[in-house]
């Protein structure tokens, strides 16, 4: 049974599958729909896989989430490698507003952080060659896509690496902060 962590903001949730080891490794369940819509979420469906590789450590993605009507809900994990996985809550009428999770997810660990609708999600991977995956509960839509400023002195993430020291597309160079984000 797959153990599950809250945190002080209401919403994220920390997901810890049940290994099952023997001589040959392990097997776990990575993913079941009704644990997750019993125990997690019941109102989230997921319709779509991404999988990332970085390769230097360091590299930052995000922060990102799309727009209503196209919000995504998200589940995390890390396939190889480790990454300081961060979501930000901006639900505008949210007493956590502006506050973040960041929780360390590894192939080693194989937690699952899942980040709701209303949340930016970025992390920042903590070893070369980091191969991440996660579901989504919509759609791509570039339309609706948007960024959230990952150095925002705002947010107060304890980032593992130095802006200049950071690997970054052009694009989430560019993000607006909170403060000027038009939700
Ligand atoms: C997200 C996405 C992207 N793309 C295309 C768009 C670009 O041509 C290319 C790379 O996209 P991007 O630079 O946005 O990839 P990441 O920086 O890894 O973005 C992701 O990283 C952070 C951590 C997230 O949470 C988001 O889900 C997602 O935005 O893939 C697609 O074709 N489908 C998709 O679902």
Redesign the pocket.
């Known amino acids: 049974m797959t153990t599950i962590e809250r945190f002080a903001i209401a919403g994220p949730a920390l997901l810890h599958p049940k290994v099952h080891g023997d001589a040959r490794g392990h097997f776990f369940e990575a993913f079941r729909q009704d644990m997750f819509q019993r125990h997690v979420d019941p109102a989230v469906a997921f319709v779509?896989d991404?999988q990332?590789l970085s390769r230097p450590a360091g590299t930052v993605?995000?922060?990102?989430?799309q727009l209503e009507p196209r919000a995504?809900a998200?589940l995390?994990r890390v396939l190889r490698g480790s990454i300081l996985d961060v979501a930000v809550d901006i639900r505008p009428s949210s007493p956590t507003f502006g506050q973040h999770v960041a929780v360390t997810l590894s192939a080693e660990n194989r937690a699952q952080l899942y980040?709701p609708a209303g949340f930016a999600?970025?992390?920042c991977t903590l070893e070369p060659d980091t191969e991440?995956f996660?579901k989504?509960s919509d759609?791509?839509s570039?339309e609706h896509?948007r960024g959230l400023a990952w150095n925002d002195p705002a947010l107060g993430i304890d980032w593992p690496v130095t802006e200049t020291a950071a690997t970054l597309?052009d694009?989430?160079r560019k993000h607006p902060r909170l403060s000027d984000l038009a939700l």
């Open positions: 779509q991404n990332s993605r995000g922060l990102h989430f995504q998200k995390v980040v999600h970025g992390f991440v996660y989504t759609y791509y570039p896509d597309s694009r989430d």
